[in-house]
């Protein structure tokens, strides 16, 4: 083609935009998945939208295994520490909101004003849930009145590694009120997005990598429900599992993965949710949260 | 000494003694350090430090592959450090390179330190311990570093790491005995403080933190219980002991917060290399360029400082 | 080796002084009746001039804060409500260096302090409070506790930013607007705040600040248009306002004065206990409500503590609060330093041992160096009255029993301190301690969360921590809805 006729064409298709990349997002990172793997992602439209990775059991172990690494690190700060930096997380969310209204809409469908009220919702979701980092031992904690000359206090604590089946509906309010309320407590997780709409929560990965999240706090894992799931729910270094994105899953799916989650007694979530955009309760906070009672003598 | 020779009689009443001293709250310690760490040594007071601690240097390598070459470097750097700063203390190298460190440093004020006893584990018999030691003092080193039986420590066999320190001071002769408590092993400010005061009950001329092996090595939390430890020791005994922080301290800033905190726990008489070293080995350079940012108002960088 | 530390002088540049402050009322910057100075005690210069508010201008206060809150803040939701205390929040952290710098100029205190400790604490106030604001239904004050309107509030001199911290932010977070006056020698922080709302587009009279003296507080106190009241101040006032309080019928709370006994057994970890006692009472120049400002020592470690709080005493640094070294900054003003003098005075009438680490006093501004007396017993006024400078009173015990007994025989009971490694003692001492705050191997801790408050004359009501929620709430049921 001649140069004149080249730069005829890139006239009529005007700017071409450079297309996002969709990874796992694991220990701080972004690798694809060790399968080598992609599956395609199509919009509300039907459109081709973009290819995300397709986890795959190795990328749910070593997912795990960041997220046993964070453990310490995460549950061992201080609940202000932790509350500074989801709230951080809000403030970087908010400054992207146009971009995460664009991936809704994108997504779901709908208005542009119907997706900007799903990213205000989330971003407010996220700062509730950041306001209850140092409040959480005040509301569920407390000394115990026993009869006898012993001090004796009850705290909640993190219940360790949890895996996370985010809602298959809702791809950012949805995913936002299951990943909150188990990070703020000190708890750290594994992940899995909506298998329909799984590209808003990799964006939110690029939000918590870049809001002093620290690496393996959140591990995302985009891909099959059903191929997946069922590798952590068996995982006996996970500690609890949230079934929310199985839910409504074909066949018995969320049953299959509760008896397997037996196998080490994860503590096992089913709080099915109608209305995201409801004030969500202490529900979510308390399923990943253990209760410890100390006692010790007064006396001289 | 009668009194410390009484209180190490038996391995009880050293057990006594030693669990008797006050305790050590972390926190609080802790929180000091940190205090201290806030302080802010500018101008004056900021030249004086970096020269006072390059002097203070015990210039190290410790390495599976050190050379005579390697050890011939090192020492070229400690006599003259270059941009006119003053020699290090000592420097500090295994005992079958002593030789090496002793012609190296021949003519300066530098001295040769030697490790010893097994070092790093210290897991060996005490024969071969101590001829570890007498090797490295026929060979010419002015200072032993020993580390001390962590593991008899732990198991509260206080009798036994008494007694081998007491040995190893015996084999040192002229040489100066400094003690490795491998304070990144002992769990607890309470063990730093027991160890620190059975190592000098038993004739440390110095009490050092790390073999620079371990993390952690040393920090400021732990050298602040040994000072105070030397602090008391000296009322309590008429003996004046020094301090040997080592393994991680890699900037001048990191050397300058050593040097508050011992000024203002043990005091002014140990800010002498005679009661107070560094084990170091990259922190000469950021010394260096700190000390020439001071003089020339610029910033330097590695390119200005020799490797050695 | 002598190692003196060269001048590290923090740089006022940071601080833009105006020459002259209005009052913070409806949002805006406005004129007042008249107006007066603040000095800078370490060094007595005139720093601005600041407006008196006078009872006119507090009643504009009043009504621009009634205004606020029955056309904007009571009706919005605590979501956002939250959302304007964590831009606050947000702000002062952004702006520290300069609020640090400021507070240490108007008050006296180091530069180290306020920037490592006030600053901080009065963003963390914030923070924590930003997040109540939508979850007062799972406080325990029922599903949907209701603030009470417009609260009057008045603030002490010694920690200027960080009571007016304790103060506005759960009383917003509540829903509540707020008028506050702060303490007549320290208004500078007050009024850069002021601006930081301004910034964060706080609503107009959601906060309201009216400088002025004592008169000022007085009719704040005393305007019928005022819901409820918090006090932080002397035991004396305090008294005041509780009596004009028992005839209004406002609701009141009250964070008066101490004579905290910090007591050390002879199995404390001395160390860290000196370092208490030192930090007890000699941080901010004890000019503190819960200082540790008598040192109860049994009798068996008392040559070995005194001998190493004396040591340790030594190696505190007096002088400019802006250079980065110093411990122990100015008193706060002539008037306070004259009180000090005076009951040191009484102390050594009465037959107590004096002593202070040497200590050379600046020239100008307000000075007094860190001084313990010894030989103390509870009948001397030093053991009694609250001092509020940087002076220890020592006295001794055998028992843990008498160390209870002695501790408490006082009329204040805001906080205590006890050091001991045995954690059943440390126990058996905090549930008999009649204080509101007992600090076991550690002292002068403060954080959001935690309630703080007093027993008996140290004043009564709680801030921090879910507790503190109560005073701003209606949880009686008893206010106009």
């Known amino acids: 083609m001649s140069e004149a006729a080249e730069v ?26 060790e399968s080598g793997r992609s599956f395609e992602v199509t919009g509300a439209g039907g459109g081709f939208l973009a290819n995300a990775a397709l986890a795959s059991r190795k990328d749910a172990r070593d997912a795990v295994v960041a997220a046993r690494k964070a453990f310490p690190g995460w549950s061992g700060a201080t609940a202000y520490n932790r509350g500074q930096v989801l ?53 569920r904690g407390g000394a115990n009145p026993v009869a006898g000359p012993y001090f004796n206090f009850s705290l909640p604590e993190p219940t360790g590694v949890v895996a996370v089946l985010a ?100 503590r096992v979530v089913r709080l099915p949710v109608s209305d995201w955009t409801a004030e969500p309760g202490l529900d979510r906070m308390i399923a990943t949260l253990e209760t410890k009672t100390v006692w010790h003598p007064l006396g001289v | 000494m009668n009194v410390a020779g009484d209180i190490a009689a038996s391995e009880q009443s050293l057990r006594r003694f030693l669990h008797g001293l006050p305790g050590v709250d972390e926190v609080g310690a802790r929180a000091r350090a940190e205090t201290l760490a806030t302080r802010s040594i500018k101008t004056d007071s900021k030249r004086q430090a970096i020269d006072l601690a390059i002097a203070m240097i015990d210039l190290t390598t410790l390495e599976g592959q050190d050379t005579p070459g390697k050890v011939r470097a090192i020492c070229a750097k400690a006599r003259q450090p270059g941009y006119g700063a003053p020699p290090v203390a000592a ?4 005992p079958d390179l002593v030789p090496e460190a002793v012609a190296g440093v021949a003519g300066s004020s530098v001295k040769v330190a030697s490790v010893a006893t097994a070092f790093p584990s210290g897991r060996a018999a005490l024969d071969v311990k101590l001829a570890d030691v007498k090797s490295a003092v026929a060979a010419g080193a002015d200072e032993v570093d020993m580390v001390i039986d962590r593991g008899a420590f732990l198991t509260g066999r206080y009798g036994l790491v008494s007694e081998e320190i007491t040995a190893v001071r015996a084999a040192c002769g002229d040489a100066h005995l400094k003690v490795i408590l491998e304070t990144g092993e002992l769990g607890t400010l309470d063990n730093v403080r027991r160890a620190s005061w059975l190592a000098m009950l038993a004739g440390a001329d110095f009490i050092k933190t790390s073999t620079g092996k371990v993390t952690p090595a040393a920090t400021l939390p732990v050298t602040l219980v040994m000072l105070e430890a030397v602090r008391d020791y000296r009322d309590f005994a ?71 | 080796m002598r190692f003196e530390y060269s001048p590290a002088p923090e740089s006022r540049a940071i601080v833009t002084l105006r020459d002259s402050y209005g009052l913070f009322i409806g949002g805006s910057f406005v004129p007042g009746s008249s107006v007066f100075k603040t000095i800078s005690p370490a060094s007595e210069e005139v720093l601005a001039e600041v407006t008196h508010a006078g009872p006119e201008d507090v009643d504009r206060a009043v009504a621009a804060a009634r205004q606020a809150y029955e056309r904007t803040w009571s009706a919005m939701p605590g979501r956002e409500r939250g959302k304007y205390l964590f831009r606050i929040a947000r702000l002062i952290q952004e702006r520290s260096r300069e609020l640090a710098v400021l507070e240490t100029i108007d008050n006296g205190k180091p530069i180290r302090e306020s920037r490592d400790v006030d600053v901080p604490l009065a963003a963390a106030h914030f923070f924590y409070h930003a997040g109540w604001a939508d979850k007062l239904g799972y406080a325990g004050f029922g599903p949907s506790p209701r603030p009470l309107g417009v609260v009057g509030q008045v603030i002490p001199w010694n920690f200027p930013l960080l009571m007016l911290a304790w103060k506005v932010a759960p009383a917003l977070a ?46 704040l106190v005393a305007h019928p248009g005022i819901d409820k009241i918090a006090f932080t101040g002397s035991t004396e006032v305090g008294k005041e306002i509780a009596r004009a309080c028992a005839v209004s019928g406002k609701r009141l709370t009250l964070e008066l004065g101490g004579k905290a006994a910090n007591v050390v057994f002879d199995d404390a970890p001395v160390d860290q206990a000196v370092e208490g006692i030192v930090n007890g009472i000699f941080f901010n120049q004890g000019h503190v409500c819960c200082a540790g400002s008598r040192l109860l020592v049994q009798e068996s470690v008392y040559d070995d503590v005194l001998a190493a709080l004396r040591r340790r005493m030594g190696t505190l640094r007096l002088g400019d609060p802006l250079d980065k070294n110093t411990d122990v900054g100015a008193i706060n003003s002539r008037a306070q330093l004259d009180k000090i003098s005076e009951l040191v005075s009484s102390g050594e009438a009465e037959g107590a041992s004096r002593w202070s680490a040497p200590c050379p006093l600046p020239d100008r501004g307000f000075w007094f160096a860190p001084t313990v007396f010894t030989e103390v017993s509870q009948a001397h006024r030093i053991a009694r009255e609250e001092i509020f400078g940087p002076v220890l009173s020592v006295l001794t015990f055998r028992t843990p029993a008498e160390a209870v007994e002695k501790a408490n025989n006082t009329p204040y009971g805001l906080s205590a301190g006890v050091w001991t490694e045995k954690g059943s003692l440390i126990l058996w001492m905090a549930s008999r301690l009649r204080a509101g705050v007992v600090w076991a191997n550690t002292f002068n801790r403060f954080d959001p969360s935690s309630p703080f408050g007093g027993y008996k004359e140290s004043g009564f009501g709680r801030e921090g921590g879910r507790h503190g929620l109560e005073a701003y709430l209606d949880v009686t049921g008893s206010a106009d809805v």
């Not at chain 1, 809001?211 to 429900?225: E, I, K």
Request: proline letters at 5%.
């Open chain 2, 91 to 94: 420097v500090c190298v295994y």
């Open chain 2, 238 to 308: 008429d003996r004046q002991v020094g301090v040997k922080p080592a393994g991680g301290i890699r900037t001048e800033k990191d050397a300058v917060r050593y040097l508050v905190l011992v000024n203002e726990t043990a005091g002014e008489d140990w800010l002498d290399p005679r009661y107070f070293r560094i084990g170091a080995s990259s922190l000469l350079n950021d010394l260096l360029m700190q000390r020439e940012r001071m003089a020339t108002g610029r910033y330097s960088g590695p390119d200005y400082m020799t490797v050695d």
């Open chain 1, 87 to 139: 709230y951080r997380v809000a403030e970087v969310l908010e400054g992207r909101r146009a971009q995460f209204a664009d991936e809704v809409r994108l997504a779901v469908g709908g208005s542009h004003k119907s997706a900007f009220a799903e990213v205000d919702a989330a971003v407010d979701r996220w700062v509730w849930y950041a306001g209850w980092s140092d409040k959480l031992a005040q509301v």
């Open chain 1, 167 to 266: 809602p298959q509906d809702s791809p950012l309010l949805g995913l936002v009120s299951v990943l909150a309320p188990a990070i703020v407590s000190g708890n750290t997780v594994v992940v899995v997005a909506s298998e329909k709409y799984p590209l808003p929560a990799v964006t939110l990965a690029e939000v918590l990598a870049t809001s002093d999240v620290p690496g393996g706090v959140v591990n995302l894992l985009t891909g099959r429900v059903a191929e997946i799931a069922p590798w952590l729910a068996s995982h006996m270094d996970v500690n609890a599992i949230d079934l929310a994105g199985a839910l409504d899953a074909p066949g018995a799916l969320a049953d299959d993965l509760a008896v397997a989650a037996a196998e080490n007694l994860k």
């Open chain 3, 174 to 219: 509540c829903g509540n607007t707020v008028v506050l006056k702060p303490a007549e020698t320290t208004p500078l922080t007050a009024l850069l705040f002021a601006e930081i709302c301004q910034q964060a587009d706080l609503p107009p009279g959601v906060v309201n600040i009216v400088t002025g003296d004592g008169a000022t507080g007085q009719a």
């Open chain 1, 8 to 33: 005829s064409v890139a006239a009529q298709a005007g700017r071409i935009a450079v297309r996002k990349t969709y990874k796992l997002y694991i220990g701080g990172a972004f690798p694809r998945s």
